[in-house]
């Protein structure tokens, strides 16, 4: 392609194509129209305000033949771009806005005369400009151009008032604030409980503050069981590694098999699906073994506070005190019935850890650990000692038998001392047989015999039916219902005195005088010297014995339940009615407990015994004097129960072992007295229960043993009365 040359392009009559200048009509006509228009030299002629340059300087353009009226500058059209859209539209708009912008007759615009261009022809001329149809056809050529109404222009739409937006925007904004605040204040008072516990729960950490289990003292204030801090070792399973290893470590430690301890350390779930991570390996470990534990450093185990329950004497007083649980809760004894005054209240810390360790200004709460209250007992520390080791020494001679002792101070009802045979060590119940653990004086349930005799004669006297100087013909049996009584010392006959009937415990001399006292008023005297029912001395589980009605009684019920058969009672019901003999006739309720101490030294006196009359202090009197001839007339029952320089008042007694109901096999033999007679100050009882018999042996010297020391440990002086008085058993 030939190089495009700079030279502009001539029109057919060698003009340069688009100049308005020089540009003239094809067919040598002069051109008439509007200077400027179709040419870009004429565009550049205009001025900003729309006019040409000649315009501007009132000179007529070149070429054109018609002169141009112009008005006043303040009736110019004032659209600055309408020579721009005349070159666009190749100087049609010109005339299109020229038709369009015509003035209507009459008024004072600018008149633009304008000769139309000739159309060339078709020998290559330029076409002719195209115009607008109408609707209405050709246009008048004297006619001119009608003016089309101007459209007003559309009104821009009326913007928001920018003081109202803002007032609007302020009120949202402070009611978003206001909301803010409220919910805040909502959540930092209603529910800030809920929240701030919502992740607390999971950081609690709780620990127990064991209160210390109160102590049993005896009447000096000596301990007969106390507790002492000690510690426990348990065991994490979960952490724990190489249980075997562990277990080889701590089994010489804790005197634990190391099979054992492999056992307790395996893995195991919860009722509630997840892992255990607590179980004991040891309870009560002294604080020097458990520091060596510590020492060990073993993975998942670990040591902390405990407390075990100590009894200095072991043995002594075992079947009152009983034990308690590795958990310091009370099982036996005076332990399970006193617990919930021993028990203190355990405390606890609760705080809010983490990594292991609390967390500073996190949520705290201490409950203080309140300690337990302390009994003080009636026992007196040696006394029991010295009881327990007579019983002992005399029970050792009765294989499998079974021994009771009690020793009660008069007039206060206070069980100084109360042994049983078999015991135990308290402080390891463990391996004991639980028949051993068994208090007897509370437990064991005899049929007394004729120990029994002394409650038929009070009654008697009391009543009135006998006198300490009545005397009866005793035939050496008696015959009740279907059944014969007889007497160990035959009488033949003969006229006995009332004391020479205790004296040789005569069956048919006190079958005779209940037949008088009758059968109604020896069941209320049972009752009123307090049989038939427990105690209350202290311990749990007593017996309460058993009466027979008197719609049960038979016809051998009238020899029997007198000389104290058909009569269930315990060693300590037995005591208690000769208490109440030696006290002048009024009965006093047994007790162990003397006060309370509490955590704070406060003394607390327990509760006054109930009292009774049962016998006028006269016929107490003589009653006791009578049965003094049971240790001083030759050949009596009773007489190896005898208490040098002192005057022992008192009753043998043979009877039988009955468990549940029924007879067992062997006999009980028992001697129940007191001393000083003439003003006692001690009731000793003794029971001794020989399978194989041989308890009358037994029981009479244990019981002047038992006396012998008391009197002399409390210094009580010799009888100031001088001997028993001479008791005839056969006056003429």
Known sequence: ????????????????????????????????????????????????????????????????????????????????????????????????????????????????????????GPGGDEPPPRRRATPGGPRRADRPAARRPSRKPRRPPKLADSRLRLRLGTVLALTLFATIGIRLIFLQTVDAPAYAGG??????????????????????????????????????????????????????????????????????????GKMSRFVYLARGVEISTAKRVQALELSGIGVHRDERREVPGGDLAANLIGFTSQDMVGLEGLEARYDD??????????????????????????????????????????????????????????????????????????????????????????????????????????????????ITYGAAL???????????????????????????????????????????????????????????????????????????????????????????WSGSSYGSVPIGHSVDATPLQMTAAYAAIANNGTYVQPHLVKEVIGPDGKRTPAPAPVTRSVLSPQNAAALRTMLEAVTTVDGATGVTAAVPSYRVAGKTGTGWRLVNGKKQPGEVSSFIGMAPAENPRYVIAVFVYAPNGGGAAIANPAFRDMMQFTLRHYRVPPSTGGSAPKFVVYPR
């Open 1 to 120: 392609m030939p190089p495009r040359s700079d030279e502009p392009r001539r029109g057919p009559t060698g003009s340069r194509r688009g100049s308005a200048r020089d540009a003239g009509p094809s067919d040598g006509e002069p051109r008439t129209g509007e200077p400027g228009i179709g040419g870009i030299s004429g565009a550049r002629a205009y001025t900003p305000r729309g006019r040409t340059v000649r315009e501007e300087r009132g000179t007529p353009a070149r070429g054109q033949g018609a002169e141009q009226r112009r008005t006043p500058r303040s009736t110019r059209s004032g659209d600055p771009f309408r020579p721009a859209l005349q070159v666009l539209d190749g100087g049609r708009a010109a005339a299109r806005v020229g038709r369009r912008d015509a003035p209507a007759a009459g008024r004072g615009q600018v008149v633009r005369t304008v000769t139309p261009r000739t159309p060339r």
């Open 199 to 272: 992740g607390v729960t999971d950081r609690l950490r709780t620990v127990e503050l064991p209160a210390p289990r109160g102590a049993i003292y005896d009447s000096t204030g000596a301990p007969l069981a106390r507790s002492v801090e000690a510690r426990y070792v348990y065991a994490d399973p979960t952490e724990v590694e190489a249980p075997a290893d562990v277990a080889k470590a701590l089994s010489p430690l804790l005197g634990i098999a190391a099979s054992k301890l492999v056992e307790l350390m395996k893995p195991r779930k919860l009722e509630d």
């Open 341 to 454: 005054v021993l028990a203190g209240q355990d405390g606890k810390r609760v705080y809010e850890a983490g990594l292991g360790a609390p967390i500073p200004g996190g949520y705290s709460r201490t409950t203080l650990a309140k300690p337990g209250s302390s009994l003080a007992l009636t026992i007196v520390r040696d006394l029991q000692f010295r009881t327990q080791q007579i019983l002992s020494a005399g029970m050792a001679q009765v294989p499998g038998g079974t021994g009771a002792a009690v020793v009660m101070e008069i007039p206060s009802g206070a069980v100084l001392a109360q042994a049983s045979n078999p015991t135990y060590d308290a402080a390891k119940p463990v391996p004991s047989d639980p028949v051993a653990r068994e208090d007897a004086a509370t437990s064991f349930v005899v049929d007394p015999g004729s120990v029994h005799k002394a």
């Open 462 to 552: 009391q009543e009135g039916v006998i006198t300490p100087d009545t005397t009866l013909p005793i035939a050496n049996s008696i015959k009740m219902g279907d059944t014969w009584f007889s007497d160990t010392h035959p009488a033949n006959g003969k006229r006995m005195s009332v004391p020479g009937m205790l004296a040789f415990s005569s069956n048919v001399g006190t079958i005779t005088i209940a037949d008088k006292l009758g059968r109604d008023r020896l069941i209320d005297y049972q009752k009123r010297f307090g049989l038939g029912k427990p105690t209350g001395e202290g311990m749990p589980g007593e017996a309460s014995g058993r009466l027979l009605p008197a719609d049960e």
